[in-house]
């Protein structure tokens, strides 16, 4: 049986947390510097909760790793010294030579190493994959995905808003879009960005645009924001190709829409049969995934070079809306 150890006590490790509990591992303990989140979630789950991250690390075989992105580097190499296997939240790393250095590290310790980037398990995005995948809409050639919040508010040790500990909104939260832009439509080769805070730093919201040029030829418009008025946040997605269009419009309640262009006696509709939401939380279909990856083999949804690629989108994003130029994803490294 995996026996996990859950390292942080905020939102992340919080939301975590309940999806540990919906699998078959030990969910071993928790410890995070915040003593009083680590000892309020113990209690809820009958945790252990452990003294020392060296604590934690001796007595699991995984460490899921939710603490903020500046501590992310420090904890995952603590842990390959440990030679436990990983789960990080997303972004990876605050920067590439982080991300390069910690994968590797990984791989040559025979670590295994899983970024959560779970955009790719919300039921209307992976669906939207499959269905690429499946040659539904044929070659995909222009992605636009939007995601977009009231900016985050802590009560202390807001880290969200230091640049120097979150990367910012585009390392945050844009990365999202990134991860799942270059899982359906390739690798990307340049970003071309514009964000408010690039232009004003002191700007009380944030919004960026970045279009991101695939390999392929494809084009990904990707838009993110903290700008919002709390609680709202919207997504949307399009993914276009030469056979048709997918579609998940923001605020909708469809899940998901297909139309499909028709061709000479075909049978298909016009518009795809919305696909019925999941009644399980993406963040625990998440976990359970990464469970099964770690104890019975299967391929990760999600790779460590998958969680590196996202970060030197992110990158090659700001470098872009600092200097106003096209960057090529080779320059960040």
Not at 32 to 40: F, H, M, N, Y
Not at 68 to 73: D, G, Q, S, V
Not at 238 to 244: L, M, Q, T, V
Request: aromatic residues 8%; glycine residues 8%.
């Amino acid at each position: 049986m995996l026996k996990v150890g859950l390292l942080g006590a905020g939102f992340m490790g919080t939301t975590h947390a309940a999806g540990w509990i919906n699998t078959p591992a030990q969910f071993a303990g928790v410890y995070a510097l915040d003593e009083d989140k680590a000892r309020k979630l113990a209690h809820q789950y009958d945790l252990t909760l452990f003294r020392s991250y060296e604590d934690l690390l001796q007595q699991v075989d995984v460490v899921d790793i939710c603490t903020p992105t500046h501590l992310h580097y420090e904890h995952v190499m603590q842990a390959v010294a440990a030679g436990r296997h990983i789960i990080c939240e997303k972004p990876l790393a605050l920067t590439v030579a982080q991300a390069r250095e910690m994968v590797a590290a990984c791989e040559k310790a025979g670590v295994k190493l899983l970024v959560a980037h779970v955009v790719r398990f919300f039921p209307e995005y992976a669906q939207a994959k499959f269905a690429v995948e499946r040659g539904e809409i044929g070659n995909v050639a222009v992605v636009r995905l939007t995601r977009a919040s009231f900016q985050p508010k802590l009560a202390a040790d807001n880290w969200f808003l230091d640049v120097g500990k979150s990367g910012g909104m585009m390392l945050d939260l844009m990365i999202h879009d990134f991860d799942y832009a270059r899982w359906v439509a390739g690798d990307v080769d340049s970003v071309f960005a514009k964000s408010v805070r690039s232009a004003t730093p002191n700007s009380p919201s944030d919004y960026g645009i970045a279009i991101l040029r695939h390999v392929n030829g494809a084009i990904s418009n990707v838009e993110g924001g903290w700008a919002y008025p709390p609680p709202m946040f919207r997504t949307a997605l399009e993914i276009a190709g030469d056979a048709g269009l997918i579609e998940h419009p923001a605020d909708s309640s469809k899940p998901l829409g297909i139309y499909l262009k028709q061709t000479p006696g075909s049978d298909a509709p016009d518009v795809g049969l919305p696909m019925s939401p999941l009644l399980e939380d993406p963040y625990t279909t998440q976990v359970k995934h990464f469970h099964d990856v770690l104890t019975k083999g299967i391929p990760s949804r999600v790779t460590a070079q998958d969680g590196l690629a996202a970060v030197q989108i992110a990158r090659a994003a700001i470098l872009s809306a600092q200097t106003g130029r096209q960057v090529k994803i080779a320059e960040v490294q």
